[in-house]
């Protein structure tokens, strides 16, 4: 048991040799990379289910929505993300390494939980992409109706989406789309075609990548500046009652949606061993790229809402269909445009992250040491990368968005929970060790951060939880038969070296 929860000494985390990574990024980078990874598929998708609610395919209500309460949704998880963004701040500004929440964990709460939260982690970025894609795709298909151009619905359409949709012409495809050896063949060709671009253009290098996202970011937020400036001309009153039909039912379901908007103020910390005086520019980062993207979810929440009946908003691409419905066919477009230029920039954020994550737990020997190759050129973990742009390009081809939506959700506040408890668990074990940012009232907030995320999770449906389990125990099997017996500080300390 001793040796399954051996920490990793944070002093070892800071050397840095060969195979560290190369340092790019100042603090407006990472704010523009925190906005590039929060404002996406969750405002430009998950909000209108959030608001609408979600009914299965035999009619019954999965969950509730939040309707117009939708902004009280966004205020929850702007309050559960800022405490869980402090305890990055901490952790982040002290261990600059790639690891994010994983290396984090190694040095607080043991390999064993180490290698949980690294598992949890793929939930977060590869997983969460499947749905950043999809929800791309759509909005791409939409932006080609724009100019006449109709593809073929079996092209944008992915068998599991098919198969669990309750729009009896989506589930119908099942029995039109052309058949191969009687399956029918119903694939989603945008989100795999830009899950494959996005790849190649990370493997061009991480100050290219910045570059990429620091434009994409600016066309993103002009997109919702002019649904904001379009839409709050059409606000209806009627549309605003009732205000909470479903109660804190619906605001706290519509939350556990809705969480998906929030992923990825922690993909900054995927960036530390990257980022130049990462001990000032991390929490900056982190918590500036938080409080901006909290206050536009909100303004576009109660203009989405006020622009119409909030039962309207089931649909893969919400703003856009909201600026259709009350008229403005042309800006729909435009804002159809800005939304795939914005998941866009997502895609490339969580691309960028999840190989890192791979590239730390290689070199601690978790994984085996393909993931941890640096290209002799770039200095990027390009196998991995390459790795994760094919896993999520095939899965989007087939995938559906709803059922990842609540896979990344659940594992990435199960993530969000250990690393405010590992803030805690470092202050009494090592008290001394200088802290660049120190988290406000540790025992409070901490301790409000844990039971904020476990809140969330519980509004989350229960067959969540149950593949949620599943993941674990696959993950736990790995670790096992690979990770355990190869793990470099388990290894060291089995031979007594000290270097």
Known sequence: MNQLFRRKPIAELLVEGEHSLKRVMGAGDLVMLAIGAVI?????????????????????????????????????????????????????????QAGS?????????????????????????????????????DYFTTLLKGFNIVLPPWLTTGYRTALLSADPAIHGLLQTAPHVAGIPLLIHLPAFGIVLLITVLLLQGARESVTANNIMVVIKLLALGLFIAVGATHLHRENLHPFAPNGLTGIHQGAAIVFFAYIGFDAISTAAEETRNPQRNLPIGILGGLAICTLIYVVVGFVLTGMVPYKELAVADPLARALQLAGFERVGSVVALGAAVSMSAVLLVFQYGQPRIFFAMARDGLLPQWAARLHPRTKIPFAT???????????????????TYDLTNIGTLFAFMLVSLGVLVLRYSEPERPRPFRVPFVWAVTLLSAAGCLFIMKGLPHQAWERFGYWLVVGLALYFAYGFRHSRLRIREGSGSTT
């Open 385 to 403: 990368t390459l790795f994760t742009g094919i896993f999520v390009a095939a899965w989007s081809l087939i995938g559906d968005a709803g059922e």
């Open 101 to 137: 929440a994983y290396a984090y964990s190694y040095a607080t709460l043991g390999e064993l939980v180490a290698w949980i939260i690294g598992w949890d982690l793929i939930l977060e970025y590869a997983v969460g992409n499947v749905a950043v894609a999809i929800s791309w795709g």
């Open 40 to 96: 996406g598929a969750g405002i430009f998708g998950a909000i209108g289910t959030a608001a609408a609610g979600q009914v299965g395919p035999t009619g019954v209500v999965i969950r509730y929505g939040a309707g117009p309460a939708l902004v009280f949704s966004f205020i929850l998880l702007g309050f559960a993300c800022a405490l869980a963004g402090l305890c990055y701040a901490e952790l982040a500004s002290m261990i600059p």
